[in-house]
């Protein structure tokens, strides 16, 4: 949610992985303008790209 607020697009992840992923997968859509569809998809990379169980940029969570 804080991703599409940022980007003023709309991204559906749906629940379960696509069939027949190994490692499981999910195909995600991002719809909005060009531009702002080119932002989701960076700020999703940078999430994915984050070691796990370290907290995102505006998700909220403090360390300790």
């Given at each position: 949610k804080q991703i599409q607020a940022n980007t003023?697009?709309?991204i559906q992840?749906?629940?379960?992985?696509?069939?027949g992923?190994?490692?499981?997968?999910r195909?995600?859509?991002?719809?909005?303008?060009?531009?702002?569809?080119q932002r989701?998809?960076?700020?999703?990379n940078e999430i994915i790209a984050l070691p796990p169980g370290q907290p995102s940029v505006g998700s909220?969570?403090?360390?300790a």
């Amino acid at each position: 949610k804080q991703i599409q607020a940022n980007t003023m697009t709309r991204i559906q992840i749906p629940p379960m992985p696509d069939p027949g992923t190994m490692p499981p997968a999910r195909t995600i859509s991002i719809y909005g303008n060009p531009e702002a569809q080119q932002r989701a998809l960076h700020e999703i990379n940078e999430i994915i790209a984050l070691p796990p169980g370290q907290p995102s940029v505006g998700s909220g969570a403090h360390g300790a």
